[in-house]
């Protein structure tokens, strides 16, 4: 049985601003990460695999650098990566990026049957959290998002069963193999590769499935698969702050003074 | 139906009067409607009048009937009602299902959904089936000249705002963010429409089961639901030690808000709960957010930002936390967040 963790290469949020002159955002300098969710996701896939003796396949799709970040997922325990990576998927919305990666699971589903895939919560510059929900539909496996546990797998009965984290509440949900899990950072804390897997997975072959390979009809994906589109990019402004009284040597006068400002401002009624 | 194969940038959309009305979404609990479906009713009233429609919901659930009436009450003027055992626990797929149906079948031009657990995992599968666009956690919306949605929403953190727009393919869904709305003006004489639909899914067909509810408000669990709060103060490692988290609890309960934690003070074990505020957390936006010996790491701004009054008591005044904060005490946290509480309590006393 197989496990795919789809993991995403994003910019390092910290570093993203926006060029005041021309609208757009500033890419040069910025370095690029694993979205430190999927951290999280391929974590729990390295368990599943120590645990029930799964194999684990990583898969990103995005530029060709992001073939580092599916080399690093090889050193900390993946079994096999594979990089989606061409021309025709860039400025893939969520709609377009759940059609290459659902096809690809499929592809690699043909070899081995998958039981689980796991994605992030959501990244960290999209942010839409609808990816893992997306590919789910497309494949029609079981949907679980923001788990914070997976308490069984049990692939004789086919069956799943993990904790969500919703507001205010738990659930317990069990669910029919193979499924689709989304994780929250929670759910567990990520190892770090051991230099003796980081060297072998410098040697080791990152698979390129591009488009040659996918054959995806050219409206699904891309800009052309793509319903919507970003017409205007802009940073947020936020005021300047107050700094009210002098809290070191009088935390009592400067409570007072927030208060006041407060409730005279009709931003507290007391 | 789906994204138009021919379309090109400019053209008009091809099928605009074949999709009208503006819905939203009703989520609920047992019956217990989430607020943000009656603060998506104010926005989407706005949407209605700028495109000239009617302003519909959509009732799913087990014994759900009363939310038709609120839905009018709330502005609504007609309620697609599916009303069925099967509803009972959410679950994505009788959920997706039941909403494609109904949109499948009416056709309405924009479709709003909550940015919660819920419409979260209900919004994708949605637009999958449909074949069209959605816009995540939504912020700002309006309608441009072309009839088209405008849809704002901060992304990178909450460092920048997209404005977000589906020329080709309907209807054009988005999720908004809880609190980023006003909930609308009551008028209890209000009423309207009510369409019963009814689907054929059977309890057999779905694989997933609830098998249990932990309630956090029962003190069963530790995460919190601040969501909904009015006033939030927020326990960063500045507090130092779990003991003074006393301290952050007596403040939010003079205040009448909730407590929240930063990342890093649940990993250092300084609170009871399990959930933090931030980009791997949650989002929230209340009215007043008093950041307590928080640093203000983008990570965590990003769950806060858009919060109407920001304060941040923190002694070191470099700290980013200033930097999005309205009001700033730069001072030490276990001296002035108990002054605080003393002020307020002195001045309801007063009264
Ligand atoms: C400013 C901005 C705003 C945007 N707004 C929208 C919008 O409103 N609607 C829209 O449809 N698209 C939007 N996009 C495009 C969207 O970011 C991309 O489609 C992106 O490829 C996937 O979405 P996400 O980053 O939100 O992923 P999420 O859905 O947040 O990611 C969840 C999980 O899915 C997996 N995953 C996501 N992407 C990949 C990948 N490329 N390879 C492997 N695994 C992956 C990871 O496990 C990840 O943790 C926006 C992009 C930008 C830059
Ligand atoms: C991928 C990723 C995701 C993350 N997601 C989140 C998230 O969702 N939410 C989140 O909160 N964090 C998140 N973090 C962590 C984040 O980067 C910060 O480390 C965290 O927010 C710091 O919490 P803090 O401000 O409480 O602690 P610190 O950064 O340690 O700040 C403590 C502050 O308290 C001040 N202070 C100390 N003692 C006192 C005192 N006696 N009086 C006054 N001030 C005092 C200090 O000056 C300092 O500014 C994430 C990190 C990563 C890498």
Known sequence: MLIVVCIKEVPDAAYINIDPATGTLIREGVPSIINPFDNHALEESLRLKEKHGFRVAAISMGPTSAGETLRNALAMGVDEVVLLSDPVFSGSDTLATTKVLAEAIKRLAEKEEVAIVICGKQTIDGATAQVGPGIATRLKYSQLTLVDQIQNVDDQAGKVRVRRMLEGRYEIVEATLPALITVVPQINTPREPTVRMQMMAEDAEVTLWDNEVMKLPKESIGVKGSPTRVRKIFSQIMPESEILGDGIYDPEGAAHLLIDTLTEEDILSL | ?351
């Open chain 2, 1 to 351: 139906m789906g994204v138009r194969q021919s379309w090109k940038k400019g053209e008009p959309i091809m099928a605009e009067e074949d999709y009208k009305g503006v819905w939203v979404f009703v989520e609920q609990t047992d019956g217990e409607p989430a607020t943000v479906s009656w603060e998506l009713l104010s926005v989407g009233a706005d949407l209605a009048r700028k495109l000239d429609v009617e302003l519909c919901t959509m009732v799913i659930g087990d014994n759900v009937e009363h939310l038709c009436q609120e839905s009018f009450v709330y502005g609504a003027s007609k309620v697609y009602l599916i009303d069925a055992p099967v509803f009972h626990d959410y679950r994505t797929e009788p959920y997706y299902r039941a909403v494609r149906y109904l949109i499948d079948k009416y056709k309405p031009e924009v479709v709003l959904l909550g940015s919660t657990s819920l419409g979260r995992d209900l919004t994708g599968p949605v637009a999958t089936e449909l074949n069209t666009g959605l816009t995540e956690g939504c912020t700002e919306l309006d309608i441009d000249e072309n009839r088209l949605l405008l849809q704002t929403r901060p992304a990178y953190s909450g460092n920048i705002m997209a404005t977000i727009v589906n020329e080709r393919a309907r209807p054009q869904i988005s999720t908004v963010r809880p609190r980023a709305m006003e909930v609308p003006e009551k008028d209890t004489s209000r009423t309207g429409e009510i369409v019963r639909e009814s689907m054929d899914i059977s309890e057999e067909d779905i694989g997933v089961k609830v098998l249990e509810v932990i309630d956090s408000s029962k003190g069963e669990a530790g995460a919190i639901d601040i969501t909904a709060a009015d006033i939030i103060v927020c326990a960063g490692r500045g507090i130092q030690s779990s003991e003074n988290f006393q301290m952050i609890q007596e403040l939010a309960d003079e205040l009448g808000g909730a407590v929240a934690c930063s990342r890093a003070a649940v990993e250092d074990g300084l609170t009871p709960v399990e959930s933090w505020v931030g980009q791997s957390g949650t989002t929230v936006r209340p009215r007043i957010y008093i950041a307590c010996g928080v640093s203000g790491a983008i990570q965590h701004t990003a769950g806060m930002r858009d919060s109407d009054v920001i304060i941040a008591i923190n002694y070191d005044k470099q700290a980013p936390i200033f930097e999005v904060a309205t009001f700033g005490i730069e001072g030490d946290v276990l001296q002035v967040v108990p002054a605080i509480t003393r002020y307020v309590r002195e001045l309801r006393a007063r009264k």
